[in-house]
């Protein structure tokens, strides 16, 4: 039924991953089991010596190279995991490794990397200008390039995660649940399964801005995005492997995407169960799982979540922890309105009554309404946000709901000042989000790039705990001049959108 799949048994059966690697153990999640009214595990890839699952795949094929043709020198680019499973295989065999890094890596992956003897070099402010040093480096030397998921053998090796999740349940299973990003782990796994049972469901689990397995099932051809999200940055491939969508498109079951809130409760769930802490890339299953139950309805089903790494940046706890209560409905972000009269602060808090207000930001129009941006926390999730949103509108309030706008989240609410003054009439105000590389001296390079020749007239920089850290600038310009703003914007290299229209801009900042 399967042709490409039954191909990988042979190679995943053989493969040598357990001269390094561990038979990671698949115990239930209890307090998510009880949430969703169904009984999922997780497959602790976490555990394994690099905490993540790549160190298969990356072992299986540097071994292979080495035992049939006595490889003595490996290279690869990676922005973490894979260059970690690299660098630990290459020392296990006793051979070097050169190992390309985007110099926006964070530093835990870094030091992680050298601390195996591997040589690290930091290049470019991404994986793709990494990657293309690496393969220059390759050439150059004549040496093999390891890579993170297009390679047969590096998927066979991810595939023993899916032998092994067949040899540890025994019980009906209901479905697969695998984080997507260029397609190593879940063509191995599904490769496995599906050869083995067809009836288990395999779905691929994608971030809402790097969904390039998603865009490619639906064109029914790989797609390579412009851009991809780095909140997952594990996950953050522009395009699926050519091996691995071939593999992949003869059985998948399902595709389907999360926000970035939704990986951050999948993160919280995580820790509630396990008392360990996820990379977003590792709670991405999760997140899915979650999310497919939701939306299916479905109970009591044996489900299973690979939590696959668990290489976190201590700097993205606190934005995690912060978005965690609205992946879980538990926290608005709205923009009120109300007259501009004596009294109605305190008629407007009467209002919402005994709640939780996380934040509440407040400034003087000269118009005769004032805008109110407010934070307020439920217990009971969506079921409770409705009801609230439903009583307050009884209660005559405009009110703009800001929980899935990215600007209002990232920037909105970490601002101050209030409106900009009125413009010359012959000019206009544009504004746009621009995703920064976080390492000194992004911002001069950008303003540099520029050269002075546009009149900044609004700047919002946020560390999200990323690789990148978005901002929110503004510009006053002519309207005739925005083609040529444009094409400077895109001198900068900086992955931007505009974001003029934008609600939480027009409501409080326009």
Known sequence: MYKFSKTYIKKIIESKVYDVAIKSPLPRA???????????????????PTHSFKIRGAYNKIENLVRTKKVNHVVTASAGNHAQGVAYSAKSLKIQATIFMPKTTPSIKVDSVRKL????????????????EAQKFCKKKELPFIHPFDDPLVIAGQGTVGKEIIDQFSDSLHAVFVAVGGGGLIAGIGAYIKSIDPKIKIIAVEAADAAGLNSALKANKRIKLKEVGLFADGAAAKQIGVHNYKLIKEWIDGSITVSTDEICAAVKDTFIDTRSVPEPTGALALAGLEK?????????????ATYCGSNLNFESLAHIVERSKMGEKRELILGITIPEMKGTFRKLCKAIGQKNITEFSYRLDKTDEAKILVGIELAQGLKAKNTFLKNMKTKKYKITDFSDDEISKVHLRYMSG?????????????????????????L????????DKWNITLFHYKNQGSIYGGALVGFSIKEDDFSKLNRDLLKTEYPFVRVTENAGYQAFLK
Do not use: H
């Open 30 to 48: 209890d307090n998510i089991s009880s949430k969703l009214n169904n009984n999922v595990f997780l497959k602790r890839e976490d555990l394994q």
């Open 117 to 132: 003897k591997a040589k690290v070099i930091l290049t470019g402010d991404n994986f793709d200008a990494a990657l293309i």
């Open 292 to 304: 497919y139950v939701r939306q299916k309805g479905l109970k009591n089903k044996n489900l299973i």
């Open 418 to 442: 209030g409106r900009a003054p009125e413009f010359p009439k012959d000019k206009i105000e544009e504004v746009f989000k621009v995703d920064f590389p976080e390492r000194p001296g992004a």
């Open 444 to 451: 001069m390079q950008f303003l540099d790039l520029l050269k």
